[in-house]
């Protein structure tokens, strides 16, 4: 077993016992055994994919002085914001993996090239699971823009091992960073894990973020369950209700596997309800297949589930690649 913990060396918290972090107290467990995952692949339905679905990419807008937000697939979002641009887990290679010919394949283009991106002035980089934290393309970012990097405690050192000239600042739950001259990121909670091999899980931090820009907030939520919810009601009791929030509405089957670790569309519309927001996106579905649902069972269960409570399905959207969704 390790002894030491090679991202972060820090005081021991309500949630780190000075090798590894944890979430929330009184939140469901996410650690999952061997046998709980030969369990899964035992009984995973053949639910195959789509090899590659058809996008057109777009070309943003340099600067925009409101709201808008453009998908470029799975949890990668461009936020541009009162002049601001910044980009949520920038993921552009043609897998999520530590290996290039093997895992999980991409089955929907960019929405965004990389060339046609406008200057990147952020990135908010919620933990290292390789969907997220894809060091190809925060090299090709740090070369093209050189962009502030803010993330949990750990995954700073992550990604300065593989490009020490990155601009990067990490934050424990309840800190926040300068990301611009009167522009904030609050790291806050989400009930999740880490691992960039089989010897460090937990080692790094996971979290959301609070983006406030000019009276704006937006709400990253990386990868995360619901919970009891309590995380959720507790960014709303500090920070009011978002203009806009990003959840997760994919890679949720099978629950008893996954419900501690994803939420599904069910529960992300429990999160815009406790949250209060304004409106939501729905990500992290579509692009990659790393759970047992069909490609399309989000959206469809999106809008089944919007229906159900009466919500006007322009208030939660499930972006597509290469679509956007602007607030007034």
């Known amino acids: 077993m390790p002894k030491r913990n090679p991202y972060h060396a820090g005081p021991v918290t309500d949630h780190f016992d000075g090798l590894r972090f944890r979430n929330v107290e009184n939140e469901p467990e996410t ?4 046998g709980d995952v030969l369990r899964w692949r035992r009984a995973a339905p053949n639910t195959p994919w789509p090899r590659a679905l058809e996008v057109s990419p777009v070309v943003p807008e340099t600067r925009v002085a409101g709201l808008r937000v453009t998908m470029v697939g799975h949890a990668t ?11 949520t887990d920038p993921v552009w290679s043609p897998r ?11 089955v929907t283009a960019p929405g965004v090239t990389l060339d046609a991106l406008p200057p990147i002035d952020a990135i908010l980089l919620s933990h290292n699971h390789y969907d997220h934290l894809d060091i190809a393309t925060l090299r090709a970012l740090h ?5 502030l990097i803010v993330t949990p405690l750990g995954n700073d050192v992550i990604v300065k091992r593989h490009i020490p000239a990155a601009r990067t600042i990490a934050r424990d739950w309840g800190e926040h960073a300068e990301v611009a001259p009167g522009a904030q990121a609050h790291v806050v909670p989400a009930l999740h894990w880490s691992s960039r091999g089989v010897r460090d899980r937990r080692m790094a931090l996971w979290g959301g973020f609070m983006l406030r820009v000019a009276g704006r907030q937006v709400y990253f939520a990386g990868d995360t369950g619901y919970g009891t919810g309590a995380i959720f009601r507790a960014i709303y009791a500090r920070f009011g209700a978002p203009d806009l929030a990003l959840l997760p509405i994919g890679a949720y089957d099978p629950r008893w596997f996954m419900a501690a670790q994803h939420t599904d569309p069910d529960d992300a519309i429990q999160i815009m309800a406790d949250l209060d927001a304004r409106a939501a996106i729905g990500i992290h579905w579509g692009t990659f297949k790393l759970t047992d649902e069909p490609r399309d069972d989000p959206a469809l269960r999106l809008a089944a589930g919007l229906a159900a409570r009466g919500i006007d399905p322009a208030r939660f959207v499930a972006l597509q690649p290469a ?6």
């Open 31 to 34: 650690d999952r055994s061997l």
């Open 143 to 147: 070369a093209r823009h050189d962009p």
């Open 96 to 106: 999520a993996s530590p290996l290039a010919f093997a895992g999980p394949k991409r």
């Open 77 to 87: 979002v461009l936020i541009q914001v009162a002049g601001l641009n910044i980009l």
């Open 323 to 328: 679509e956007s969704f602007t607030l007034d």
